[in-house]
């Protein structure tokens, strides 16, 4: 019923199809906005819009899926090694108009696939490098092999696709056609193909086709880094069709470089009474290919030979010549140490033949001889061959000056150089007797004695006395004396004895100071009742003294002349005064031992942090330990004393600061020892011990590998050691005895006592005061007998009368 009609008519398609309109009879065409203005639409996607104006128009579309359109870039890089070819193809797909869901690549017959990986647009956002592939498969088509790898999504944009293949030789092949990894159906095809070699091959180009040469430089590192060293070939190609295979062919003739090793040999000869020992530091320099052995020519008369160095697998010997085998090839310098002995005749002064370590097979030797001795011994040369040149032990190798110091002080006496090998060399040692030296001396000697008016003697001795070496002070008393107490650095110790003498035993002077030794002794001898002679001697010594005084207080009743012996009486001090011991008396004294006792204390706290920041942590750590040893004394000096909070917290302080240095010490050394270790058997651990990995996963993996050791863990290990010590070191408790200084006081000096085992004597006569002598007994006899007579002269009288 309608007369006329007419519309617009429009034809879209979905995202991966493709519409050709084949027929289009009484339609006009018109443009996407026009149909979208009038139906009010807004398709984006329209592929034709039409207007008709009868009805009986006719309108025919042909629909066709969309194909992918692929542009690919190849980078192949070949690495041509004695034992292994390596290859790596890095594939870049440019895929437009529609998505893919694989990636498709011929690979080379008889090659081991080892890694497959892609990079898309999500990995390449997040900067991640190729994700492995595990599901890849591979077919043959057409006896081709073709690696198919799944993709995760539908793939539109930039993909990359990553083979490692390699392939096992026996030896490095002569010529070599260099296989191919071409990706299949793609549209246009680019790419590069590099060659490079291991260290000791050379390679170059015996034919190619399809390909064009370029500088190796300009070859593109592409996103995998594995195989980036600079190629030696390098060309470039372009294909324009489609293809089945790769267009291009590449020749190429591979060829084995000879070594050129060049050798370093340095001998460290240790020379003693009964051994002489070596160590050669052998240095080898390899330059063109790399080795995997190298052989040493070492004398047969030297035994416990021992090849040490990293990568060694094995060691044989042939007579004079070591074969050593390494576990992989090595190229550039490597330093390996060969150990021996060689017995000689103990206390003789025969010559010695220095064995001469060599590297055979090498294109050059030099090399350096060196004699390492300690006193008393002394090497003089006898004889040596013309290739050796006498140069100063300063002229070592710097590399090879770190092992010239020998163990327990030895030096580099004598050092030759050499250019060429086959040297000779006979050195002469001779001994020469040791000049025995001073261990111990007694710095000053202060003694005090009192004497009683029955000739009981009590005396105080006082020394100051500097050791380097004695454990003991050998004392020897007068005759029928007694020790009551003795202190070595103001703590009590047991004295022993040995024959007659006494043992006191002695610290180890820190820094050549003086330690103090006291102890108190008594003794008996006869003292004149009215009028005689007296002597006294003092202890012997075993070692020299230098400064001695000596006080004597004695009976206030006499009067004292004709002073003797070999101490010489001192006038230059106070007057001769009579003492009286009282109970005030005895307080000051008291007083004034206790403050030589608290000062004695500050000094060796002051001394303590001395040595702390000084760095001598065994001194220190002994001092501390005798510290606290005399503050735990009830009479040595500190029970008594009232420490304030100031003082408290410099011995925390102090207390801390040795744990810490202790704890630094230990872990130091334990870090050595594997550091060591480590050297010794080839591991890296360069940067381990400057800075640990961030984390509790990277401190635990560190402390797996044994390089970083607990701080923490070293202190508390040092605290419970310092526990243990002073539970089971024994307190003597101390027993101080104060002189009754009562008497005549007396003082005598003597300069340098250097007779050992000698006493300083003193004599004097005696005369008592109260006493008259002898003519006033026979006075008052005879007075006596007078008035007697008188009395009986006045009695008899009387009665006669």
């Known amino acids: 019923d309608v007369r006329r009609e007419s519309g617009l008519v429009a034809v879209r398609g979905a995202e991966e199809t493709s519409l050709a309109v084949e027929t289009a009879t009484d339609l006009q065409r018109v443009d996407n906005v026009e149909f979208n203005r009038v139906s009010k639409l807004n398709v984006t996607d329209l592929v034709s819009a039409f207007r008709y104006l009868r009805s009986t128009f006719a309108f025919a579309v042909k629909a066709e899926a969309v194909q992918p359109q692929i542009d690919a870039t190849v980078m192949q890089r070949?690495?041509?090694?004695?034992?292994?070819?390596?290859?790596?193809?890095?594939?870049?797909?440019?895929?437009?108009?529609?998505?893919?869901?694989?990636?498709?690549?011929?690979?080379?017959?008889?090659?081991?696939?080892?890694?497959?990986?892609?990079?898309?647009?999500?990995?390449?956002?997040?900067?991640?490098?190729?994700?492995?592939?595990?599901?890849?498969?591979?077919?043959?088509?057409?006896?081709?092999?073709?690696?198919?790898?799944?993709?995760?999504?539908?793939?539109?944009?930039?993909?990359?696709?990553?083979?490692?293949?390699?392939?096992?030789?026996?030896?490095?092949?002569?010529?070599?056609?260099?296989?191919?990894?071409h990706p299949l159906g793609v549209d246009k095809l680019n790419g590069f193909v590099a060659v490079s070699t291991e260290a000791g091959l050379s390679v170059k180009t015996e034919s190619f086709d399809g390909l064009s040469e370029i500088p190796a430089a300009t070859m593109p590192t592409g996103t995998y880094r594995g195989m980036s060293e600079q190629p030696t070939l390098a060309f470039k190609f372009l294909s324009t069709e489609p293809s089945a295979t790769a267009t291009w062919r590449l020749g190429i003739a591979a060829e084995q470089l000879e070594s050129w090793v060049r050798a370093e040999v340095v001998n460290l000869i240790s020379v003693t009474e009964t051994l002489v020992s070596g160590r050669a530091l052998v240095r080898l320099d390899i330059a063109n290919a790399p080795v995997k052995e190298f052989r040493l020519k070492i004398p047969l008369t030297v035994t416990?030979?021992?090849?040490?160095?990293?990568?060694?697998?094995?060691?044989?010997?042939?007579?004079?010549?070591?074969r050593v085998e390494l576990q992989n090839k090595l190229r550039g310098q490597h330093t390996f140490m060969v150990t021996w002995e060689q017995a000689r005749a103990a206390k003789t002064n025969a010559p010695v033949d220095v064995p001469a370590v060599e590297a055979v097979g090498v294109e050059r030797e030099t090399g350096s001889v060196a004699i390492l001795a300690k006193p008393p011994l002394q090497v003089s040369e006898k004889s040596k061959s013309g290739e050796l040149l006498t140069v100063d032990p300063r002229e070592l190798p710097e590399w090879a000056a770190a092992y010239a110091s020998g163990a327990k002080g030895e030096q580099v006496v004598l050092a030759w150089r050499y250019l060429r090998p086959g040297w000779k060399l006979a050195v002469t040692p001779q001994r020469f007797a040791e000049a025995a030296v001073l261990q111990a001396l007694v710095d000053s000697a202060r003694l005090t004695t009192v004497v009683s008016d029955d000739g009981q003697m009590m005396t105080e001795v006082s020394l100051s006395v500097r050791n380097n070496g004695r454990q003991f002070l050998e004392v020897?008393?007068?005759?029928?004396?007694?020790?009551?107490?003795?202190?070595?650095?103001?703590?009590?110790?047991?004295?022993t004895k040995q024959a007659n003498k006494l043992l006191l035993p002695l610290e180890q002077s820190a820094g050549d100071a003086a330690v103090p030794v006291e102890f108190t002794y008594t003794s008996q001898d006869r003292f004149p009742k009215r009028k005689g002679a007296f002597g006294l001697a003092s202890p012997k010594f075993d070692v020299p003294l230098k400064n001695a005084r000596w006080e004597l207080l004695l009976p206030p009743d006499y009067e004292y002349t004709d002073f003797a012996g070999t101490m010489g009486r001192d006038l230059s001090g106070a007057p001769v005064v009579t003492v009286n011991y009282s109970a005030t008396e005895y307080s000051r004294q008291e007083?004034?031992?206790?403050?030589?006792?608290?000062?004695?204390?500050?000094?060796?706290?002051?001394?303590?942090?001395?040595?702390?920041?000084?760095?001598?942590?065994?001194?220190?750590?002994?001092?501390?330990?005798?510290?606290?040893?005399?503050?735990?004394?009830?009479?040595?000096?500190?029970?008594?004393?009232?420490?304030?909070?100031?003082?408290?917290?410099?011995?925390?302080?102090?207390?801390?600061?040795?744990?810490?240095?202790?704890?630094?010490?230990?872990?130091?050394?334990?870090?050595?020892?594997?550091?060591?270790?480590?050297?010794?058997?080839?591991?890296?651990?360069?940067?381990?011990?400057?800075?640990?990995?961030?984390?509790?996963?990277?401190?635990?993996?560190?402390?797996?590998?044994?390089?970083?050791?607990d701080t923490d863990a070293a202190e508390r290990q040092f605290e419970k050691l310092q526990k243990a010590?002073?539970?089971?070191?024994?307190?003597?408790?101390?027993?101080?005895?104060?002189?009754?200084?009562?008497?005549?006081?007396?003082?005598?000096?003597?300069?340098?006592?250097?007779?050992?085992?000698?006493?300083?004597?003193?004599?004097?006569?005696?005369?008592?005061?109260?006493?008259g002598g002898w003519l006033k007994p026979i006075a008052l006899t005879l007075g006596a007998f007078l008035v007697l007579w008188v009395l009986v002269a006045v009695f008899a009288e009387r009665r006669r009368a």
Do not use: C
């Open 304 to 322: 416990n030979v021992d090849i040490t160095g990293a990568n060694i697998r094995r060691r044989d010997q042939t007579g004079e010549v070591w």
């Open 591 to 709: 007083a004034r031992n206790k403050e030589l006792r608290d000062n004695e204390s500050k000094a060796a706290f002051g001394n303590l942090k001395n040595l702390l920041s000084s760095g001598k942590l065994s001194e220190a750590n002994n001092g501390w330990f005798n510290y606290n040893r005399r503050s735990v004394n009830p009479q040595g000096g500190q029970g008594d004393k009232d420490v304030d909070a100031e003082e408290f917290r410099q011995l925390k302080e102090v207390e801390v600061q040795l744990r810490r240095s202790q704890a630094s010490n230990l872990v130091q050394a334990q870090q050595a020892y594997t550091l060591d270790n480590a050297t010794k058997l080839g591991v890296n651990v360069d940067g381990y011990f400057n800075q640990a990995p961030a984390g509790k996963e990277g401190q635990a993996q560190a402390a797996q590998q044994g390089l970083l050791y």
């Open 78 to 181: 070949l690495r041509v090694g004695a034992e292994e070819l390596r290859l790596a193809a890095e594939v870049t797909y440019n895929v437009k108009k529609a998505g893919i869901f694989q990636l498709r690549a011929q690979v080379p017959v008889g090659w081991r696939i080892e890694t497959v990986g892609v990079v898309d647009a999500a990995l390449r956002a997040r900067g991640n490098a190729f994700g492995l592939v595990n599901n890849w498969t591979e077919k043959t088509e057409a006896g081709r092999r073709v690696l198919e790898v799944p993709l995760r999504e539908r793939t539109q944009g930039a993909v990359s696709l990553l083979v490692i293949l390699a392939q096992t030789l026996k030896e490095a092949p002569k010529a070599l056609a260099v296989p191919a990894v």
């Open 476 to 495: 020897e008393l007068p005759p029928e004396g007694k020790v009551w107490s003795a202190f070595v650095n103001s703590q009590p110790v047991r004295p």
């Open 725 to 771: 010590q002073e539970v089971t070191v024994a307190i003597v408790q101390p027993l101080r005895v104060n002189l009754p200084l009562r008497g005549q006081r007396h003082a005598f000096t003597q300069v340098l006592q250097t007779e050992v085992n000698k006493p300083m004597t003193v004599e004097f006569a005696a005369r008592n005061l109260k006493s």
